[in-house]
């Protein structure tokens, strides 16, 4: 009987210990987080840091370009080496300190995580473009932690630029008023190459250049001292100059150059889009004129065409302070953002189980934070 009375205590106490037992595993245990050793996270960080740099430095900052975007996930791979890559996953988030950049309703907000002067760069259709700029911004949500610039538009662009001096860095970002209508640029051994979609390039041609059949207008714009610019062409007229005497006539040689950039139709990079090649165009006229010296000036006329010649020259990337180039087609203007404001190189990291770290990079003209997270695979 003792016995039975000492069995049937035994599997009461059992009982009442399940669920505590219950309780501990489910709600208090936490299991160890597979997270892989810091040197590993910190040779993934010198990779990423690397392949950014290379892909800005070769021209090939496009991750919209598959192939282009690939070429950074293989640069990374080289990098930390098959035995870390096939055990450990990565995913880099690389954005810029200027979080947001919207067009609504007759104005521009431009949202950043630092103080500091901000420039902006407005590009219309057709090919015009002008800027804004503010010295401080106009308000600060400490909630958030984010600076606030407003401005007031006479006329809706159709890309922005926001470059933002901080007192310890630069930041840009950009806006689109139709992301699918941009072009983008990469570079084929070293030349200025734009990938645009076949359904914003117009058969309407822009002009015509003595050396190609079709070529494209094309305006290169630039951040420098604070402001915007742009590589335009420019038109000089060196006169070879005579000896006048009051009254009498002689013949001065004129020599009228143009320097313009253009791009012009280079195959197709695959179904969806056609390439583009820019280039520097020279067009030389000589002509000779008959001038007279009348009253402190020349009076010239009969103009006769002696000879002409036109070249090209080719464009290398990286143009570090460029910023866009802007293709006008006859039709469309079509910009090509050369920096970027956010992107991800990697795989889609889990919800949990990861090693994260941040650094910043710069990438030519501009800096960047990147958030890398690491894991075991």
């Known amino acids: 009987m003792k016995e039975i009375v000492e069995y049937v205590l035994a599997f009461i106490i059992l009982l009442s ?22 040197n590993v996270v910190d040779i993934y960080a010198s990779a990423v840091s690397l392949a950014l740099s290379n892909a800005f430095s070769s021209g090939n900052l496009t991750p919209e370009l598959p192939e282009l975007y690939n070429s950074i996930v293989n640069y990374v791979r080289s990098a930390v080496g098959e035995t870390i890559y096939s055990r450990y996953g990565f995913n880099a988030t690389v954005s810029s300190g200027v979080t947001g950049v919207t067009v609504s309703g007759g104005s521009l907000v431009v949202k950043t995580l630092y103080n500091g002067t901000l420039a902006v760069l407005l590009v219309f259709k057709g090919g015009a473009w002008s800027t804004l700029s503010k010295a401080s911004p106009d308000a600060f949500d400490p909630s958030s932690g984010t600076y606030t610039y407003t401005f007031t538009l006479q006329s809706t662009p159709q890309a922005v630029v926001a470059v933002l001096e901080s007192s310890s860095a630069r930041f840009a970002n950009y806006w689109f008023q139709d992301p699918s209508a941009s072009a983008y640029l990469y570079s084929s051994s070293g030349n200025v190459m734009l990938a645009v979609s076949n359904s914003v390039l117009s058969t309407v041609k822009a002009y015509n250049h003595p050396n190609f ?106 143009i570090s302070n460029l910023v866009m180039a802007v ?9 090509a953002p050369v920096y970027r404001g956010a992107f991800s190189v990697g795989e889609r990291p889990p919800s949990s189980g990861y090693w994260e770290t941040t650094f910043y990079v710069r990438l030519g003209l501009f800096d960047y934070v990147v958030d890398l997270k690491v894991w075991q695979r």
Not at 28 to 34: D, N
Not at 263 to 280: C, D, H, K, M
Not at 327 to 335: A, C, E, H, R, W
Request: hydrophobic share 35%; proline share 7%; glycine share 6%.
């Open 327 to 335: 293709v006008y087609d006859g039709s469309n203007s079509i910009p």
């Open 213 to 318: 059949s079709t070529v494209y207008n094309t305006t290169l714009l630039y951040y420098a001292n604070n402001t915007f610019n742009a590589y335009s062409s420019a038109y000089y007229e060196p006169l070879v100059w005579v000896v006048f005497y009051p009254g009498s006539y002689d013949i001065v040689t004129l020599n009228r150059s143009s320097i313009g950039y253009y791009s012009r139709p280079a195959g197709a990079w695959n179904s969806t889009y056609s390439t583009l090649r820019t280039f520097v165009g020279e067009t030389h006229v000589t002509v000779n004129l008959t001038c007279r010296w009348v009253s402190g000036s020349y009076y010239c006329s009969n103009p006769v065409y002696v000879s002409s010649w036109a070249g090209t020259r080719d464009l290398a990337l990286p």
């Open 17 to 38: 210990v399940i669920p505590v037992f219950n309780m501990m595993v489910n709600v208090y245990y936490k299991p160890l987080v597979k997270a892989p050793q810091t």
